[in-house]
Structures are given as structure tokens and as C-alpha cells.
């Protein structure tokens, strides 16, 4: 026998009204460490490697606009972007208002430098916010755990070293 529940629900919000969630967001690096340093945890146990990638975003200087929320609005699309080209298993958390970090489960370093190239040939792209076009400069830094650093401080300060902005061609 075969049951069939019907369960009423509303059409998806369209256009301005729809909500596309950003990366989980933390208001500190502190806060960073603490969620880093747990997931160092699982790492230790199962005796697998964690590649963290710091990436920071800048609005060019001719996108910039007094709006408010406009700024906000292109970190929120920036991080989807980012989202959509890591694996399912992959996390990419906003850190402040203009940094993200993205956590990449059983990655060595070769696999990091891959997905940072990657991650930063998408955030580059343009934007359209507004009716604009907009820019972002992208700069990303890599950490691996266990070789650059046993603890989420370790990590967060070895992938900010590593900071690497594009060559302006």
C-alpha cells in the first residue's frame, strides 16, 4: 500500500523578495580560531589533513557607492560564488566584513594552491549590482594543518602570511 501525503506549501519568493543565504558568518578572528581549532579536533581523530584558505575581498575604487548596503550585497554575492565552486563537503565562513575563510577537509597544499587559483579566477569576475558593474581585487593566502600549525590561531596566522594579491597585468 502506497501513502501519499500532500503538504500545502507557498511558491518560493522571486526578484528582491527571495532569500539566498550567505556563508555562516563570524563577527572575529577569535571566533575563526575557536571554530578552526574544533574542526582540528575531528582532523586529529581521523588522522586527516585541513587546508585553510584566507581570502580577502576589495571593492575597486570606481565601484564603491554611498548606498547603504551595497557593499554587503556584493560580499553576500561574492561568498555564493565562492560556495559554488567548492565541494559539498567544503565550508566557506565570512569573517568580518570583508574576509572569508574557507575550510578544505582532507586537502594537502598542492589541492589548496588548485582551489585558490580557482576561487580566485571566480571572485574577479564582475559583478552587476545595481544596474553597475562592479569589480573585486582578491587576495588569498593557504595554510595547511598539521605542517603550518597545529591550532587555530597557527593556521589563521600562517594563510594571512601567505596573502597573495593578483599581478596587475
Known sequence: ???????????????????????????????????????????????????????????????????????????????????????????????GRQGFAVLLPGADGQAAGIVALRLRQTLQGAYELEGRLTHLAVATGEAVFPESGTTGNDLIEAAQRSLAMPREA
Request: aromatic share 4%.
Open 1 to 95: 500500500m502506497s501513502v501519499t501525503y500532500l503538504v500545502p506549501h507557498k511558491p518560493l519568493p522571486t526578484g528582491r523578495d527571495a532569500y539566498t543565504p550567505g556563508p555562516p558568518r563570524l563577527a572575529s578572528l577569535a571566533e575563526l580560531a575557536s571554530h578552526l581549532s574544533r574542526r582540528l579536533v575531528l582532523c586529529r581523530r581521523a588522522g586527516e589533513q585541513l587546508a585553510m584558505l584566507w581570502i580577502e575581498l576589495d571593492p575597486m575604487p570606481s565601484t564603491t557607492s554611498e548606498e547603504p548596503g551595497v557593499t554587503e550585497e556584493l560580499m553576500r554575492t561574492a561568498s555564493l560564488r565562492a560556495r559554488n565552486r567548492v565541494r559539498s563537503t567544503d565550508e566557506v565562513v565570512q569573517v
